[in-house]
T-cell receptor, first 113, second 112 residues
């Protein structure tokens, strides 16, 4: 089925470990983004990309890196995990500009201990 | 500055009663507005969107929202709540500069 695929669905990390959250879409969307969802805070934008080779920071970029080598993939890297990064992470994509709404992945629940 | 505000983090309604979830935005130009729904342990699903066409927008599952420029509001309504409507609802706005902002969400509980 067409859509946004996120892996893994669940992950537990130890403080200081690094990992990559994967995101892939098959809708040929130019615009992709990463959000984190925390209770009472809604969704906060981490990084976004308007096309292959172009990325920019969102509201809460510290501790995260992204790259966009292809239209389909937009991985999110945690450089040195901290307990404050415990959250649910969502990848989303849309046509450009994102004026007609996002398609969301099913999320990655990350716990940092 | 907060671009979208949802009033009420928790709303409870009886089954069959009117659902009203409030959303106000702050923008000097007409934005694109959205409502998303999130069921437990799932991603967000688009309910409806306003893109400067008709001010009354109908979405899935019997929901609708009305864009009121004078009140800078985009409240979500449903005439009769169903148990399956229990979920988290997010209002969102797309502004110039390709930024997409979400409200903090409203958790809807439907009481049998």
């Amino acid at each position: 089925n067409a859509g946004v695929t996120q892996t893994p669905k669940f992950q537990v990390l130890k403080t200081g470990q690094s990992m990559t959250l994967q995101c892939a879409q098959d809708m040929n969307h130019e615009y992709m983004s990463w959000y984190r969802q925390d209770p009472g805070m809604g969704l906060r934008l981490i990084h976004y990309s308007v096309g292959a080779g172009i990325t920019d920071q969102g509201e809460v970029p510290n501790g995260y890196n992204v790259s966009r080598s292809t239209t389909e993939d937009f991985p999110l890297r945690l450089l040195s995990a901290a307990p404050s990064q415990t959250s649910v992470y969502f990848c989303a994509s849309s046509s450009y500009p994102p004026n007609y709404g996002y398609t969301f992945g099913s999320g990655t629940r990350l716990t940092v201990v | 500055a907060q671009s979208v505000t949802q009033l009420g983090s928790h709303v409870s309604v009886s089954e069959g009663a009117l659902v009203l979830l409030r959303c106000n935005y702050s923008s000097s130009v007409p934005p694109y507005l959205f409502w998303y729904v999130q069921y437990p342990n799932q991603g967000l699903q688009l309910l409806l969107k306003y893109t400067s066409a008709a001010t009354l927008v109908k979405g899935i599952n019997g929901f609708e929202a009305e864009f009121k420029k004078s009140e800078t509001s985009f409240h979500l309504t449903k005439p009769s709540a169903h148990m399956s409507d229990a979920a988290e609802y997010f209002c969102a706005v797309s502004l110039v500069g390709n930024q997409f902002y979400f409200g903090t969400g409203t958790s809807l509980t439907v009481i049998p």
